[in-house]
C-alpha cells in the first residue's frame, strides 16, 4: 500500500493548500460584486495580489516540499459527491506535477495579471476583467491540484468558462460573441469524451481518485488492454479539444477576439496546455497503452505541421502567434507521444514563458497601434518601442530554438526523443521547426522593421507603453532567457532538474512497464549533431525570412489580390471553418428546423391530434344512430335483449 | 400528523384566499405558502435520514369496505419532493406580484390548491389516493392555464387536459387489475403491491400501462407533443408550476408506482424506455437550438433535460437513481428561475422573441448574473447543480450501456448550443429600440431570484446534504425492484 | 306435490307458459310494429299481463305466495304508469294533433 498518497498531516500545509486556490477565488468574488463600484486601482491591486499571494504560498508549499520528505499527499476540503460506492472528495493532491503546474500558473499568471493592469486601464469594466482573470485562475488551479478526475474536470469546465466570458469579453461585438460560443462548444465536445473516459475509469477500476486509480492500473491492466486504450482515446478526446489539436482546434485561432492579456495567459501559456497536463498526470495509462501513444504523436505531428503552415502566410499578428501555438501545442503532444513527459512539459514551460512574452509583447504594439493588428500596417515600429522590440526578439530567438534561449534546450530535448522513437517523424518536426523560425520573423520584420505603413493618425498615437507593461516584459524575457537552464541535456551537465524533480511521478508507470522506462541513451556525438542540424535549420529560416521581408521589405498582398491556387488554400486556412460549417453547423440547424416543423409539427403532433380528431369524427358519424324514432330505439332494444339472452344460452 | 397538515394547510388556505377580496389576495397567499414553507422545513428537521422507511406515517380508513385506506408518509424521496414544492411554491407565488391578474382570489386560491395535490402525490401510499391526488392536482393547473393563459389557451390546455387525462386511465386500469390481484379482502395499499408476484405477461402489459401516463407527464417522446405549446401558452406562473413542479409528478410515479411494482416487466422493456428517452434527449435539444421564443427553447430544453432523468430511471443503478433526484431538484429550480426571467424579460419588452433583443446585459447586471448562473446550471457546469444529477444520471446510463451513454451525453454539447445562442442574443452585443429603456431587477424579482441561484450552488457544492436523504429510501427501493 | 289443489293441476304448468309466452309475444310485435302510442301503450300493458300469469301459476303450482305479491307490485306500478302514460299521450296528442309515433323524433342528433 506504499504507493498510495497519504493525506496531509500537516494542518500548515493544509491551509496553505487551500488558500492558494481561495485567493484567488476571494478575489473573484470582491471585483465581481464590486465592479464598477469599486476605484480600479484597487480592483487592479486587489485582482494582482490575490494571485501574487498564491504564486508566493505555492513557492512555499515548492520549497518546503523537500522538507516534507518528497512525498505527495492530499488535503481534502469535504466530502462533495457520495454514490454508493462512488466517492468524489473535494481534494487537493500535492506532488511534484502539480507543483510545477502551480508555479506556472501563478507565476506566469501574476505576471500577466501586472500587465492587465495597465492594457485595460482605459476599460469601464475594469473590475469584470479582473474578477473573470481570477476566476481563471481559480480554476486552473482546481484543475492542476485536484486529487481526483473530477476535480481535474471541474478545473477543466471552469477555465472552459472563464475562457468563454473573456473571450466574449467586449460582448457588445458579435463577432467577438461568436468566437466565444464556438470555443466553449467546441471544448465541450473534448470535455465529452472526458467525461466518458471518467466513467470508463470508475467503472474499471472503481474509483476516481488518482492513487488508487494509478495503483490499480498498474497492477491489474497489461501493455494495450482494451479497456486502458479506450480510456486513454476517450481522455485524449478532451485534450484535443482543450489543448486544441487537430481536428477540434478551429477556436483557438478565433479565441484571439478576446483582450490580448487574455490571450496570453489562458489562450497560450496556461489553459491549453492542461491537456498536456491530464497526459502527463495519467501517465500510468498512457504508459500502458502504446497504441494510444502512437496515435497521440500522431495527431500532435499533424497539429503541429499543419498549424505552422498556415502560420506561414497570416497577416494578423495575433492569429500568426495563435497558429504558432496551435503549433507548438502540436509539438508537445508530439513529445507525450514517444513517452518523453518531462520534455513535454518542459517544453510547456518554457513555451509558456516565451509564448507569453510574444503575445504580452504583441499587445504592446496593439496598445501602441491604437488596436491595429494587421502587420501590413505596420513596420519599423523598432524606433518608437524599444523595449517591446527587444523584449519580442527574445521571444521570437526563443521560439525559434535559438541558443541559450529556453527554446533551444526544450525543443531540442523534445526532438531528440522523437529522434529516437522515429526518424520520420524527427524529419517533420525539423520542418515545423524550420517554418516556425519562418514566420516569426517574417512577424518580426513586418512589425518592427522596413518602414511605418499605417495611417498618419496612427504614426501619431506611436508611443511605448508604460512601465507597468514593459515590466511583465522584461520579467518574461528574462525568463526566456534563463528558463531552458532547468533542463540542460546531458552533453552539458548530468543534471536535468526539471527531469529529476519530476522523475518520481512516473514512478507507477515504471513499475508497471519497465521496458518503456529503459533509457535510450544518445552517444555525445548525435546528440551534437541534433543540435547542430536544429539550430542550422531555424538559422536557414532566419536567412530566408530576412532575404524576403528584410531585404527585399516585401509586404503581404493585400486582401483581394490573387494569390497562387495553394496560397490562397493556405491563406484561406485550408477552409477548415468552411468545411465544418457544411458538414456539421449546417446540417444540425437544417436538423434542427427540420425536426422541428417535419417531425414534430408534421409526424408525432398530428398523430395526438389525429386521436382527438378520430374521435370528434366518430362522434360526428354516430349520432346518427340517435334517429329519434321511437319505434327504432325499440327495436334496438329487443334485439339487444333478445342478443343477450341468446348469449346467455349458449354460454 | 404533519405529512396531514402538509397536504391539508394548502386546501385550508385556498379557501382563506377566497374569502379575500381585490390583491390583497396575493400577499395572504404567499403568507399561507410561507407557512408551509416551516412546516416542510420542520418535517425535514425532525426527518430521521438513516431511516429508509415512511415516517410520518398517517394510515387512516378511507373506503373501507374496499380496503382502500387515507395512507400518506414521507420517506427520503418524497420528502425531497416535498421539500422542492414547498420551496418553489412561495417562488412561484412571489414572482407573480408585478403581474395584476384578474380575480386575483381564484387565481391563488388555485395555486394553493394545487400544492395540496402535490404533495399528496408526493406522499401517498395508497394507488387509489395516489390517483386521487394525481387528478386534483391537474384541475387547478387546467384551469390557471386555460382562464389566465395566452391567446391560444382554451385549445392548448384542453389538448394537455384530455391528453394527460387520457394517460392517467390507463394508470388507473393498471391499479384496478393490480387491486385485484392481490391477496384476501383486497387493498390497494403500496406495499401490498409490491408483494404481488405476477408473471413476466402480465408485468409486460402493467408496464406499458404505468408507463404511458407517466411518460405523458413527465413528458417523455413521443408523448410530449402538449408540452411546448402549453409552456407557452400558460402564464408564466402555470409554466413554473407545470415545469417545475409538476412534471416531477411523472418521474415519481415511475420512481414510486412503476419500477418497484412491475420490476420483471421493467427489465423486459427498459432498454426501449431508454432509447425513447434518449431519442428525446437529442431530439428536443436539436429542435430547441432554432427555436426563436425563449419560452418555447426553454421548453424543448426541458424535453431533453427530462428525457435525460428519464433515462436514469430506468437503468436501476443506485447512481442513475440517486443522479433522478438530484437533477429533479436541480431541473425544477432552473427552469423555474429560468422561465421567471423570461416572464421579466417579457414583461419589460412585451416579447418572447430572441431575434427582437439585444445588449440587456448593459442594463440589467444583476439580471445577467442570474440568468448567467441559471444557464450555467442548466447546462451541467461543475460546482452548479446541474452538474452532480447529469453526472450521476449520465454515469448510471453508462453503466446500462457505454454507447448508450455516449448518445445521452451529446446532450453537454447541445445544451452549450441552444442555451448560449439564446444567451447571447438576447443578453449580448447593442442594444436597441426595445431593450434600451430596460431596468435591472425590483426588489421582489431579486427575492426570488437570489434564493434560487443560491440553491444552485448549494446542490452543486454541497449535493450530499440532500443525497443522503434519498440515499436509504433508493437502497430500499433497488431492494424491492431486485426481490 | 300433494298440496297443489286438484283444480289447478288439471291444467299443466307448460300450457301456462306457451300461453304466456304467446302473449307476451304478441305484445312485443304489437309495440315494435304498431305507429299509434295508445295501441302500443295496450301492447305494453299485455307484456306486463303475461308476466304476471306467469308469476300467478309459478306461485300457485309452488305455493308460494311470493309471486302472488309481486303480481300486486306489478300491477300497482303499471296503474301508475298507465295515469303517466296517459297523460303524456294527451299532451302529445293536444301539441301535434297525433298520436303516430314517427312523428315523435325531435329527440335526435
Known sequence: MQEFILPANNSEMRLITLLIPLLPFIGFLINGLGNRKLPKGLAGLIGCASVLGSFLLSLYLFFGFEGYGNRPY?????????????????????????????????????????YSAGYMSHDENFGKFFSFLNLFVFSMLLLVMGANYVMMFVGWEGVGLCSYLLIGFWNKVTPYNNAAKKAFIINR?????????????????????????????????????????????????????????LPLYTWLPDAMAGPTPVSALIHAATMVTAGIYMVIRSN??????????????????????????????????????????????????????????????????????????????????????????????????????????????????????????????????????????????????????????????RLLYLAFFGEFRGTEEQRKHLHESPAVMTIPLIILAILSTIGGFMGLPAVFSQNHMLGNFLSPIYELARRAVPSAFEAHHLSHETEYMLMAVSVAVAVVAIILAYMIYGKKKSIPAEEGATLSPLHKLVYNKYYVDELYDAIIVKPVMAMSTG?????????????????????????????????????????????????????NFII | ?????????????????????????????????????????????????????????????WIASAGIVFKVGMDGISLLLMLLTVFLLPLIILSTFRHNYERPSSFYALILFMQTGLIGVFTALDAFLFYFFWEVALIPIYFIAGLWGG??????????????????????????????????????????????????????????????????????????????????????????????????MGIYGVLRWLLPVVPLGVSQWSTVAIVLAIIGIVYGAIIAIRQHDMKRLIAF?????????????????????????????????????????????????????????????????FLTVCFMVLMLGAVALPLTNGFVGEFLLLMGVYQYNAWMGAVAGLTIILGAVYMLRMFQRVMFGETNHITDVFTDLTFTEKAVLVPLVIMVFWIGLNPNTFLNISEPAIGQLLNVINR | MNEIPEVIRTIPLNYYL???????????????????????????????????????????????????????????????????????????YRNLRTTDIHFLNKLKW
Open chain 2, 301 to 365: 430544453s426541458s424535453i431533453s433535460h427530462v428525457g435525460l432523468i428519464a433515462a436514469g430511471l430506468f437503468t436501476l443503478t443506485e447512481q442513475g437513481l440517486q443522479g433522478v433526484m438530484v437533477q429533479m431538484l436541480s431541473h425544477g429550480i432552473n427552469v423555474v428561475g429560468l422561465f421567471f426571467i423570461i416572464d421579466i424579460i417579457q414583461q419589460r419588452t412585451g416579447t418572447r422573441e430572441i431575434a427582437a433583443m439585444g445588449g440587456i446585459t448593459q442594463k440589467a447586471p
Open chain 2, 151 to 248: 391567446e391560444n389557451r382554451i385549445r392548448v390546455t384542453f389538448k394537455f387536459f384530455l391528453y394527460t387525462v387520457f394517460g392517467s386511465l390507463f394508470m388507473l386500469a393498471a391499479f384496478v387489475y393490480l387491486y385485484f390481484q392481490t391477496p384476501g379482502t383486497h387493498t390497494s395499499e403500496l406495499s401490498a403491491f409490491y408483494q404481488l408476484v405476477l408473471d413476466a405477461g402480465t408485468q409486460s402489459w402493467l408496464f406499458w400501462f404505468l408507463f404511458i401516463a407517466f411518460a405523458i407527464k413527465m413528458p417523455v417522446f413521443p408523448f410530449h407533443t402538449w408540452q411546448p405549446d402549453t409552456y407557452a401558452e400558460a402564464p408564466a406562473a402555470g409554466t413554473m408550476l407545470l415545469s417545475g413542479i409538476m412534471l416531477k
Open chain 1, 595 to 647: 425536426l422541428h416543423r417535419f417531425v414534430e409539427k408534421g409526424l408525432i403532433d398530428p398523430i395526438v391530434n389525429g386521436f382527438g380528431k378520430a374521435t370528434l369524427g366518430g362522434g360526428r358519424t354516430l349520432r346518427f344512430v340517435q334517429s329519434g324514432a321511437t319505434g327504432s330505439y325499440i327495436l334496438m332494444m329487443v334485439l339487444g335483449i333478445a342478443l343477450i339472452l341468446l348469449l
Open chain 1, 74 to 114: 492530499t488535503t481534502q476540503i469535504f466530502d462533495w459527491i457520495n454514490v454508493a460506492n462512488l466517492q468524489i472528495p473535494f481534494a487537493f493532491q500535492i506532488d511534484q506535477l502539480s507543483l510545477v503546474m502551480l508555479l506556472l500558473v501563478t507565476g506566469v499568471g501574476s505576471v500577466i495579471h501586472i
Open chain 2, 1 to 61: 400528523m404533519l405529512t396531514a397538515l402538509l397536504i391539508l394547510w394548502p386546501a385550508v388556505a385556498a379557501l382563506l384566499v377566497l374569502l379575500v377580496k381585490g390583491q390583497g389576495a396575493k400577499k395572504v397567499a404567499f403568507g399561507a405558502a410561507l407557512v408551509e414553507l416551516l412546516l416542510g422545513i420542520y418535517a425535514w428537521i425532525g426527518f430521521n435520514p438513516a431511516d429508509s422507511s415512511a415516517q410520518y406515517l398517517i394510515n387512516l380508513p
Open chain 1, 284 to 441: 500510468v495509462l498512457y504508459t500502458l497503452a502504446p497504441d494510444t501513444l502512437e496515435f497521440v504523436a500522431i495527431i500532435g505531428l499533424a497539429t503541429a505541421l499543419f498549424a505552422a503552415t498556415i502560420g506561414l502566410f497570416q497577416n494578423d499578428i495575433k492569429k500568426v502567434l495563435a497558429y504558432s501555438t496551435v503549433s507548438q501545442l502540436g509539438y508537445m503532444f508530439l513529445a507525450l507521444g514517444v513517452m518523453a513527459y518531462s520534455s513535454s512539459l518542459f517544453h510547456v514551460l518554457t513555451h509558456a514563458f516565451f509564448k507569453a512574452l510574444l503575445f504580452l509583447g504583441a499587445g504592446s504594439v496593439i496598445h501602441a497601434m491604437s488596436g491595429e493588428q494587421d502587420l501590413r500596417r505596420m513596420g519599423g515600429l523598432k524606433k518608437v518601442l524599444p523595449i517591446t522590440f527587444l523584449t519580442f526578439l527574445i521571444g521570437t530567438l526563443a521560439i525559434s530554438g535559438i541558443p541559450p534561449f529556453a527554446g533551444f534546450f526544450s525543443k531540442d530535448e523534445l526532438l531528440a526523443h522523437v529522434f529516437v522513437h522515429s526518424k520520420v517523424m524527427w524529419a517533420f518536426g525539423l520542418l515545423t521547426s524550420f517554418m516556425t523560425a519562418f514566420y516569426m520573423f
Open chain 1, 189 to 245: 465536445i473534448g470535455d465529452l469524451g472526458f467525461l466518458l473516459g471518467i466513467f470508463l475509469i470508475f467503472i474499471t477500476y472503481g474509483s476516481v481518485s488518482y492513487g488508487e486509480v494509478f495503483n490499480q492500473a498498474s497492477q491489474l491492466n497489461q501493455v494495450n488492454d482494451g479497456v486502458v486504450i479506450a480510456i486513454t482515446l476517450l481522455l485524449f478526446v478532451g485534450a484535443m479539444g482543450k489543448s486544441a489539436q
Open chain 3, 18 to 92: 306457451f300461453f304466456s309466452t304467446m302473449l307476451f309475444c304478441i305484445g312485443v310485435t304489437g309495440v315494435l310494429v304498431r305507429r299509434n302510442a295508445i295501441i302500443i301503450f295496450m301492447c305494453i300493458e299485455l307484456m306486463l299481463n303475461s308476466v304476471n300469469l306467469l308469476l300467478t301459476a309459478f306461485s300457485a303450482y309452488r305455493s308460494d305466495p311470493h309471486g302472488q305479491i309481486f303480481v300486486f307490485f306489478i300491477m300497482a306500478v303499471a296503474a301508475a304508469e298507465v295515469a303517466v302514460g296517459l297523460a303524456i299521450i294527451v299532451m302529445i
